[in-house]
């Protein structure tokens, strides 16, 4: 069985920090893209930042537009963790994040798994 689990999410005030990390477990036999979405109150999930795999940290990443500069995805690939460091959060970033992963699970074949999900609040 795989499973991600998300943690580091809580309530922060605007300009502050938070770390959110995601763990992959279970017979894994390789991890392609991982990424964080987000999720607020009546509104859609939207991709938040995307990295590739590539060597020991990853490969090439990519970020929606309201988080660059603010947000650094990074993963350890040794630990199958991913990272989303969350710098001068604002109000707005309030919502439940997501951790997703493009997994090749071992005699399962390739499937698109998610985390549970984790609460950040930004308060003003």
């Known amino acids: 069985q795989v499973q991600l689990v998300e943690s580091g999410g809580g309530l922060v005030q605007a300009g502050g920090s938070l770390r959110l990390s995601c763990k992959a477990s279970?017979?894994?036999?390789?991890?392609?893209?991982m990424a964080w979405y987000r999720q607020a109150p009546g509104k859609q999930r939207e991709l938040v930042a995307v990295?590739?795999?590539?060597?020991?940290?990853?490969?090439?990443?990519n970020y929606a537009d309201s988080v660059k500069g603010r947000f650094t995805i990074s993963r350890d690939n040794a630990k199958n963790t991913v990272y989303l460091q969350m710098n001068s959060l604002k109000p707005e970033d309030t919502a439940v994040y997501y951790c997703?992963?493009?997994?090749?699970?071992?005699?399962?074949?390739?499937?698109?798994?998610w985390g549970q999900g984790t609460q950040v609040t930004v308060s003003s």
């Open positions: 997703n992963a493009d997994l090749v699970v071992v005699g399962k074949g390739r499937g698109d798994y």
């Open positions: 279970g017979f894994i036999f390789r991890i392609n893209a």
């Open positions: 990295i590739t795999s590539g060597g020991t940290s990853g490969g090439s990443t």
